[in-house]
């Protein structure tokens, strides 16, 4: 069980920012929440990871809600090569030695 | 730039065929892993470890086996290939102190025949 609930898919014009939701309602107080994308063909990318702060570095911003409850990638100009598969990630193995990836949302940045 | 390699990015190999996947990081990292990812299910993890020699099983580990003699390299081995494992296969690497700062290698597309 991924315990994250993304869109399937959201579409974005070029330029503007891209805002992915993600719910985690079940999180515990000591889970961190990890982004990652996977672009066509291609493995998956670390973006940012947060537990309570808000984040921000050079691909995109984590704002996560007070109650942690929720969380939402922001990328402030997206552009086409942002049209990738983006997980939203709170879960690890029983063995706590790796993330689990649920489905992700797919983002479709158009011009 | 800091990478993960994966030797082939397509391999076709007939049923009952051990298979090599390699996989080497330049990035001095302590853990690895290998997912496969298959539409609809998403990437399942196979096998990961966290140092020379050691290893553990993920989630599906049956048919699957691991090597890592050096730090930099990690390899997967199909001991008798069968056409479910045809599959897109990830290779992971990260630091021991950022255990999910992942960075991925290309992946291989395995198909089995």
């Known amino acids: 069980d991924a315990k994250t609930t993304q869109p399937p898919s959201m579409d974005c014009a070029e330029g503007r920012a891209a805002n992915l939701p993600c719910n985690h309602s079940?999180?515990?107080?000591?889970?961190?929440v990890y982004w990652y994308r996977q672009i066509h063909s291609q493995g998956p990318q670390y973006i940012i990871h947060?537990?309570?702060n808000n984040e921000t570095n050079e691909m995109a911003s984590l704002i996560i809600t007070e109650d942690r409850k929720s969380s939402t990638l922001i990328l402030p100009h997206a552009t086409l090569r942002d049209t990738a598969v983006y997980y939203c990630?709170?879960?690890?193995?029983?063995?706590?030695?790796?993330?689990?990836f649920g489905k992700g949302t797919t983002l479709s940045v158009s011009s | 730039d800091v990478k993960v390699t994966q030797s082939s990015r397509y391999l076709v190999k007939r049923t009952g065929e051990k298979v090599f996947l390699e996989c080497v990081q330049d990035?001095?990292?302590?853990?690895m892993f290998w997912y496969r990812q298959d539409p609809g299910l998403g990437l399942r993890l196979i096998y990961f470890s966290y140092d020379v020699k050691m290893k553990e099983k993920g989630d599906i580990p049956e048919g699957y086996s691991v090597s890592r003699e050096k730090k930099e390299r990690f390899s997967l081995i199909l001991e008798s290939a069968s056409t479910n494992q045809t599959s897109m296969y990830l290779c992971a690497s990260s630091l021991m102190t950022e255990p999910y700062g992942y960075t991925f290698g290309s992946g291989t597309r395995l198909t089995v025949v």
């Open positions: 990630i709170v879960s690890v193995n029983q063995a706590g030695t790796a993330l689990i």
């Open positions: 947060g537990l309570k």
């Open positions: 990035m001095d990292h302590e853990n």
């Open positions: 079940t999180i515990s107080g000591n889970e961190y």
